[in-house]
């Protein structure tokens, strides 16, 4: 790579990697081939990288202006005019309220350049400091020309809710919602569970409720398992809807509710065989009865039908819970649209007939008219599935909660979904994202996602971007960014290519946090990213700097020893929990589950004998910093084996490690409900795809029996774990509630 010198210019200039580090610090080269791959990607045609590279440095000048900047409100950096030297320039800015301002001539030039031999200068224009949020434009006129420039104005950092601003702390519950069912859902926990959650969490003084990704699968079986690789991140699952809870079903006749009814007890029978959900039977139940609503109510009555069914309202005042109209919810029609197709030639667009692989043909025209009954159908479904998660988070609200639902982000859709269809011109389809090789992966992984393209999502005023998140903080009071570390940048790999054959690609960061923090301004939201692993030291700085917090998880907090940290020395601008969906629980770590399950399923990358020993030396060491910290005197009573601790032990150990985060400075401490009742299973198993029963199982008690929602709210070992997490508050601990292993009372 070192050898073609222009190469290596029109990767940098790209933004694509030649050489990066890996876990262990080492300097790893990137194959030419792989950089010239991921070049073609982003649409830069690498044959001649000389020319490639004198057009790629030219592109900002023949440009002008950006197509979009995105800039601090406070103290917004100057934007940047090309013009032929010496050309005079009138500038102003017009904000979105439509007041427009002057602005000052561009400054004197920073930068000059010959440009088809002509003389050129790039000069600034400064903007007016204290800038409202939100979507303003630059006008520059150039003589009878005129250029244009979206220009977004962001707060510097994400507010969050007022009641958690620093230095307060605050507490809550992490869950997997399809996991925890009630007697009144449909086999899996819903949007109705969710409601009932967060009165419970509310009103035992939480203030979070984290729930797994939301985000909408194909409307086909069989229905994906995973909710971090989902068609679309914009919608979300009509799989959690509770039909009852719709007004159809309540201004539905004595029949068709006995046979929507009749459905639900279909589901209940047939959603747990041997104890594992199956999505499969729960949306073939819960579908048939939304259809029947749907129909019942006058849904898709006529071809021309889009509006769904009439529920009494004015047609051209269709909104939704935050009175958003159809139309004002970006791409519902093109979401529905795939979803219509979907039914008919299957759940990836790629295999469709050639004619439909965009939303924009002829084809597709005539389809939205062919499939109007169904487009109206699933865009119903959104309406219904927003009304109830605002019920939901109207809930929390209800109940104390400061933030109340916070909705975790994937990173990426199913290549063959929705939103890639939709977005493929933002997307580089033909490639995916993962990871480089390293220790645990030796040949990388790759996820099956395809990344953003930065400059073409530049180019299109990040509005993608923004709309994504916009659509999920609509419904509910903050995100988690999963792998936040994607807006710095993200492993490419091309297609076909193997992980091991891909190479990094760098996004802004400054311009992604900035619109995520406009977002979440704007809905008093806050923001978390999940930032685990290999991270630079200026990513958390970033993170801090913007107010998104980090993310803290006991099993990872370590020294550069690798002996477990104590919790005065934890980040404090995070979120921390004990374990996460993708780790053991605090139970099965205890117990070396973890170990047992992956040797069983040959995924150890050393010997059993290695693992076990490596594992009991990390968990021993946790147990010297219990007792280090007064929460465990004495030895831990075992089995009569010695393998294993006594079922009580166990408990107060749990207990003890939860009491690690109390102590810390983390703003945010969450548990798992699983965790006070000694559920050994993870609900997944990285590496697994039909070997282990990822995103299937229920929160289990310590003797393997499901724990259901009605449960959670009464269950005393679940109410000590709530009490002990509410001293992040400096709430007083009643007496007898909670008692650590030889520990003692005091406040953290």
Not at 293 to 311: H, W
Not at 447 to 475: E, I, S, T
Request: aromatic residues 6%; proline residues 8%.
């Amino acid at each position: 790579m070192a050898a073609d010198r222009d190469l290596v210019d029109l990767a940098e200039v790209s933004g694509v990697a030649t050489a990066y580090r890996d876990a262990e610090g080492a300097l790893v080269q990137a194959a030419p081939r792989t950089v010239r791959a991921v070049l073609r990607l982003l649409g830069i045609d690498p044959s001649d990288p000389a020319a490639a590279l004198t057009a790629a440095r030219e592109a900002p000048w023949r440009r002008r202006l950006p197509a979009c900047a995105v800039v601090s409100a406070g103290a917004p950096r100057p934007i940047v005019v090309h013009l032929p030297a010496g050309t005079a320039a009138r500038a102003e800015l017009e904000l979105d309220s439509g007041r427009r301002i002057p602005l000052d001539p561009p400054g004197d030039p920073a930068e000059r350049r010959n440009l088809d031999g002509e003389p050129w200068e790039a000069r600034p224009l400064t903007l007016p400091a204290g800038l409202p949020l939100g979507d303003h434009v630059l006008h520059v006129a150039v003589g009878s020309r005129r250029l244009r420039c979206a220009l977004v104005a962001v707060p510097d950092a994400v507010p969050g809710p007022a009641a958690l601003a620093e230095p307060a702390r605050a507490w809550g519950w992490m869950i997997q919602l399809y996991a925890l069912r009630s007697a009144s859902s449909w086999g899996m926990g819903d949007y109705a569970d969710l409601v009932d959650l967060v009165d419970w969490s509310g009103q035992a003084g939480a203030d979070v409720l984290l729930v797994n990704p939301l985000h909408a699968a194909a409307p086909t079986l069989p229905v994906a398992a995973s909710p971090y690789s989902p068609v679309s991140r914009r919608f979300a699952a009509p799989l959690y809807l509770r039909p009852e809870a719709t007004p159809e079903y309540a201004r539905a006749d004595e029949r068709t509710r006995a046979v929507v009814d009749e459905f639900a007890r279909e589901a209940r029978r047939d959603g747990r065989p041997d104890g594992l959900l199956d999505r499969d039977a729960v949306w073939r139940a819960k579908s048939a009865a939304l259809e029947l609503l749907f129909r019942a109510a006058g849904g898709g009555s006529s071809p021309d039908d889009r509006s769904g069914p009439d529920d009494g309202s004015d047609p051209d005042d269709r909104s939704g819970p935050d009175g958003d109209t159809d139309a004002a919810i970006q791409g519902l029609d093109d979401f529905a649209t795939w979803c219509a197709l979907a039914e008919r030639h299957g759940p990836d667009w790629r295999v469709w007939p050639a004619e439909l692989a965009h939303p924009g043909t002829p084809a597709v025209a005539a389809a939205r008219v062919e499939l109007a009954d169904r487009i109206a159908f699933h865009a119903w479904l959104q309406r219904c599935c927003d009304a109830q998660l605002a019920a939901a988070q109207a809930a929390a609200r209800g109940a104390g909660m400061a933030a109340g639902i916070v909705h975790d982000l994937a990173v990426g859709v199913d290549p063959g979904g929705a939103d890639a269809w939709a977005l493929q011109d933002v997307l580089a389809v033909d490639a995916t994202v993962g990871a480089p090789p390293d220790t645990f992966n030796q040949q990388g992984q790759d996820w099956g996602l395809p990344p953003w393209r930065p400059q073409a999502l530049a180019d299109a005023g990040y509005a993608p971007f923004r709309q994504m998140v916009a659509a999920v903080l609509r419904r509910g009071g903050g995100l988690r960014v999963d792998h936040i570390l994607g807006l710095f940048r993200l492993w490419w790999i091309p297609r076909g290519a193997g992980a091991v054959n891909g190479t990094y690609v760098r996004y802004d960061a400054e311009a992604m946090l900035g619109l995520i923090a406009l977002e979440a301004a704007r809905t008093g939201a806050v923001v978390v990213g999940e930032d685990l692993g290999t991270v630079e030291p200026s990513v958390a700085t970033t993170l801090a700097r913007t107010g998104v917090l980090g993310s803290t998880v006991l099993w990872f907090e370590q020294d550069d020893s690798g002996r477990p940290l104590p919790p005065t020395r934890y980040r404090a601008a995070t979120m921390a929990s004990v374990t996460t969906h993708d780790l053991p629980t605090a139970a099965g770590y205890l117990e070396g589950e973890h170990v047992r399950l992956r040797a069983g399923l040959r995924l150890l990358g050393r010997s059993e004998q290695a693992e076990t020993g490596g594992w009991r030396a990390e968990r021993d060491a946790l147990l010297d910093l219990l007792r280090a910290e007064g929460l465990l005197t004495g030895p831990a009573d075992m089995t009569a084996d010695g393998a294993q601790f006594t079922p009580q032990v166990r408990t107060e150990l749990v207990f003890a490690l939860h009491r690690l985060l109390v102590r810390s400075p983390c703003r945010i401490v969450l548990a798992a409900p699983g965790d006070a009742l000694g559920d050994l299973h993870q609900p997944n198993l990285p590496g697994t795809v039909d070997a282990y029963p990822n995103w299937r199982l229920p929160v289990r008690d310590a003797d393997g029996g499901e724990v259901t929602v009605e449960r959670l709210r009464t269950d005393p070992a679940v109410a000590r774990l709530g009490a002990l997490l509410a001293e992040v508050r400096g709430d007083p601990l009643p007496m007898g509630l909670f008692s650590p292993l030889g520990g003692d009372r005091r406040h953290p």
